[in-house]
């Protein structure tokens, strides 16, 4: 319910929002453009198509991984 009342509001009040999260999920589902950190430092920046078929830095291609493997899809090498 979270969620959706986040992606509502997004589309009708608050076009630009800040979300932090690990589960990459979320972020496929609610952004446009992913910043993703490592020890408070921006690692990868991109949008989500990009960053999900085609991540550079390990710290990416292991949330990706790690989103894919929950329904049994691994990360194209």
């Known amino acids: 319910r ?9 589309q009708k ?10 589960d ?6 609610l952004a446009d453009d992913v910043a993703v950190m490592s020890h408070g430092k921006i690692v990868e920046q991109g949008d989500v198509e ?4 085609a991540p550079k830095h390990a710290v990416t291609r292991s949330l990706v991984s790690a ?11």
């Open 67 to 77: 989103h894919l493997a929950l329904y049994g899809m691994e990360l194209a090498s």
């Open 50 to 53: 990009t960053l999900f078929n």
């Open 24 to 29: 990459m999920g979320v972020v496929a589902r």
């Open 13 to 22: 009040q608050a076009p630009g929002m800040l979300l932090v999260t690990h």
């Open 2 to 10: 979270i969620l959706d009342l986040l992606e509502s509001i997004m």
